[in-house]
Every structure is written in C-alpha cells, then in structure tokens.
C-alpha cells in the first residue's frame, strides 16, 4: 500500500500537467491574435466591414474567447453606428443590448455605441429619441462623423430640418472626408435642390470609398437629371444588381431605359416593377413602353387601370388618349385629352403637366382638323416623357 503523502506527492505532476493544458487552451491562439489585430487596425481606420471580418476569421479560432466575442460586437455597433439600415428587424434586441453592454464597458467608444442606439430608435421611427442619442454622443466628441452623419439622415427627411441636415454631413466631411454616408446624404440633398452637378460629385466620391445602393440609385437620377440616359441606365442596373427587390431600382432602370429609347428593355424592368409595386408612375411609364412598340391595346388596359385608381392622372390620360387613337377610337381619344386639357395646375409639377397638356392639344387640334383615314400614328408625335418616378429620392423630404 502507497503513503498517503507519497500518494499526493505522485498526482501532483498530473494535477500540473492538467492545470498548464487548461491554460492553453484558455489562451488566444497566436493566428486569432494576428487576426484581431489586424480587426483592430481596420476599425481604427475606419474599415468597419474589414474588422468584421478579421474578428469573424480569430471567432473561427478561439470561438469562448471573451477578448475575440467583445471584438466581435465592436464592430457590430460600428457598423450599425454607420448605418441604421444595416439593423434586421429581428435583431434589433440583440444589437440594443450589446450597444448598452459596451456603453458601460468601453467608454472611451461611448459616442459610437450611443450613435448606434440613435439608429436603433431611428429605425424604430422614433426620431426625436434618435436625435437626442445623437446628441448625447456629440457631447462627449463634438467631432464625432459617426454622430453627425447619423444626426444628419434624420433631419433629411423633413423639408424644415434639410438646412441644418446638410450642415451636419459637411461637419462630418470636415473631419473625415471619405465619409460615405455623409457624402451620400449631401448628394441627395443636393439632388433634391435642383443642384444635379454637386450631387454627382458628392455621390462618385461615395462611391470611391464603398459600393452603395443609395448612392446608385441617386446618381442614375442625378445622370437622368443631366441628360445622360446611359450613364443613369449603368447605375440604376447596379442598384437593381445589389437590390433585385427594390421596385425602386427596377422601376427607374425601367424608366431611364424607355427614355433612351429601349423599349423592350424597357417594357421587361417595368413589368418586374409593377410586380413588386403598382405605383401610377411605374405603370404610366410601362403604358408608354407598350405604346411605342405598337402594342396599344395592351397600353390602354395598363392606363385605365391607373385612371381607375386616379381618375386625374395626367400622364395616363395622355396615354389612353393616344392609345384609344392608335386603336381607331377617335372619340374616346378626344375625351380623353379634354380631360387632360381640364385639369388645374397644381399638384402634378406644373412644367410637366404644361407639357402633358401642349401634347393633349396638339392631338384634338389634329384630330378636330383632319379626317379619321387620313390621320397619322397619335404615337409617332409622342413627344418623350420622363415620368419621374423619382421625386421622393431627389426631394427626400
């Protein structure tokens, strides 16, 4: 039989061994700490999906390690700080309580995680609660782009806030000029101002830094905007590319197609468009798709469905009336264009219904003055339209 001490003294290099193998296994391996490292570097550059990724990479490593965990949900918050659209519906709990986690934990970061709970509210819709988190973080940095990006997307969205909006996003390009959602919010701003040069340059710089589906999509209307049909179609292709759901982006891509002259590619992006959203000005723009390939039939049932839902739409009343023309019905046509001619000014943008309704006379004056067989294609002298279907991105207030 074995002492009792010599027996202690025989499990004591076992109870060595198991006490250095539990100490290795609780350290960092050395390519995790390479990898935060490096997670670090890009979340202090400002690379925030970089450092996703890099933490993502030691996760796969050491995945208990709290040092490698907390990495984790920093550059969440960052991220989530950057943009409040980057919240899932069904993760705003989670991101709520890492965000006051860290908030506690890691205050010389405190202005980030409290720009990240204003986003929270902000994509709760509660935008007074948002700005005062702004607030609160500007406090503590006054510098802070994060913050004054943030606090400049909420004061977009209402026509009496854009001013101090606009000042808010050069406060954040003051301080960190490849700001991209600052660049993208001046752009937009700029867009809806009627400013089509500035808001292309603010917009291509976004873009430099990171691809965007808002900044495509307000740079294909800037180009629309401009008179440059191809550039718009590229952009409004890419945004339809990085959203293929966006009836947005499908629609517009539709309309700068038809207004370049490319009907059946057209007519295809506006369908798919409808699908996802029969808004007037998508079905208005597919209605004149249809018409100019001589499908007027199927034009006219697409315009009085809109007229259905909008008895005074300008855009469908011209179509149906051109419509009605190509298929031989000349006094349905008429009827049509007296409507048209009947409307007030207002609501519609004057210029276009000015325009709309110089067609709608056009027409009865040639109808009025020439016999039925000898009257020309109503189509044929359509002049171009761009149903913008785009004022809520240009004006977004």
């Not at 709760?124 to 005062?132: L, N, T, Y």
């Not at 609160?136 to 806030?161: C, F, N, Q, W, Y």
């Amino acid at each position: 039989m074995i002492p009792r001490p010599l027996a202690r003294a025989r499990r004591l290099p076992a109870l060595v061994l198991c006490a250095a193998l539990a100490w290795g296994c609780d350290r960092t391996p050395e390519l995790a700490r390479e990898h935060l490292a490096r997670g670090d570097a890009a979340l202090g550059a400002g690379r925030f999906a970089q450092a996703l990724a890099a933490y993502g990479h030691a996760r796969e490593l050491a995945p208990t390690d709290p040092d490698v965990q907390r990495a984790l949900m920093r550059a969440r918050l960052h991220l989530i700080a950057e943009s409040a659209a980057r919240i899932a519906p069904e993760a705003i709990e989670d991101a709520r309580y890492e965000a006051e986690l860290l908030f506690e934990t890691d205050k010389p970061r405190a202005p980030v995680y409290l720009t990240a709970l204003g986003n929270i509210l902000a994509r709760q819709g509660d935008a007074e609660g948002a700005k005062m988190k702004f607030a609160e973080a500007l406090v503590i940095d006054p510098k802070s782009p994060l913050a004054h990006t943030a606090l400049g997307l909420v004061l977009m969205s209402r026509k009496e806030d854009a001013a101090r909006g606009k000042a808010e996003f050069q406060a954040a390009l003051a301080v960190k000029p490849d700001a991209a959602g600052a660049l993208v919010g001046l752009g937009q701003l700029e867009l809806a101002d009627g400013d089509f040069a500035g808001a292309a340059g603010h917009l291509e710089a976004a873009l430099q830094v990171a691809e965007s589906f808002e900044a495509r999509l307000a740079l294909g209307s800037a180009r629309a905007k401009q008179g440059k049909p191809m550039d718009a179609i590229r952009h409004f292709q890419r945004a339809a590319e990085l959203d293929p759901k966006s009836a947005e982006a499908v629609g517009s891509l539709g309309q700068a197609l038809l207004g370049a002259g490319k009907v059946e590619e057209a007519e295809r992006a506006l369908r798919a468009a409808a699908q996802m959203r029969p808004d007037p000005e998508t079905r208005n723009a597919l209605g004149f798709a249809l018409v100019r390939q001589k499908k007027a039939a199927a034009a006219l049932d697409v315009f009085r469905g809109v007229l259905g839902d909008e008895p005074a739409s300008a855009p469908a009343l011209l179509g149906a009336g051109v419509a009605s023309e190509e298929l031989g019905q000349k006094e349905q046509a008429l009827a049509h264009y007296q409507r048209l001619l009947a409307l007030p000014p207002g609501g519609l943008d004057g210029r276009m219904l000015a325009d709309l309704q110089r067609q709608a006379q056009s027409r009865v004056a040639e109808l009025s003055a020439t016999p039925p067989a000898a009257a020309g294609s109503a189509s044929a002298g359509l002049a171009p339209l761009r149903l913008d279907a785009k004022r809520s991105l240009e004006r977004p207030f």
